[in-house]
C-alpha cells in the first residue's frame, strides 16, 4: 500500500497524544487507528510533537525567570552608582537550566 504524505492536521495531533496517554505508549495499536500512516509516522510525529513542547516550555520557563530577576532587581537611588545585581542575577549561567528556587530570596 503506498501511502500519501499529508501534513497532520491539529485535530489528528490531538488524537494521538490523547491514543498514546491512553494505550500507553502502545504504538502498534495507536498506529492501527491511522490507517493512511504508518507505524514509524505515528511514532515519529508523536515524538516530534514532545520534543517541540519540550523546548517551547523551557524557553517559557527561562523568559519568566528573566522577567523575574528584572522586576524584582532592587532600584538605585543615586544616579552615580548602578543597581546592584541580586545574587540570583550575579549566578545566572546562560548553559544551565536549573536554578534554586531559595536563590531568588537571598
Request: charged residues 25%; proline residues 3%.
Amino acid at each position: 500500500m503506498v501511502r500519501k504524505i499529508t501534513r497532520w492536521t491539529q485535530e489528528e495531533t490531538e488524537l494521538l497524544l490523547r491514543l498514546v496517554q491512553q494505550y500507553q505508549n502502545n504504538f502498534k495499536l495507536v498506529a492501527s487507528v491511522f490507517p493512511s500512516r504508518s507505524y514509524n509516522q505515528v511514532k515519529g510525529h508523536y515524538f516530534n510533537v514532545q520534543n517541540r513542547t519540550k523546548i517551547f516550555e523551557e524557553e517559557h520557563a527561562t523568559k519568566v525567570i528573566q522577567q523575574i530577576l528584572i522586576t524584582t532587581a532592587a532600584p538605585s537611588f543615586d544616579s552615580k552608582v548602578p543597581a546592584a545585581k541580586s545574587k540570583a542575577s550575579a549566578s545566572l549561567d546562560k548553559d544551565s537550566s536549573f536554578y534554586s528556587f531559595q536563590d531568588f530570596f537571598e
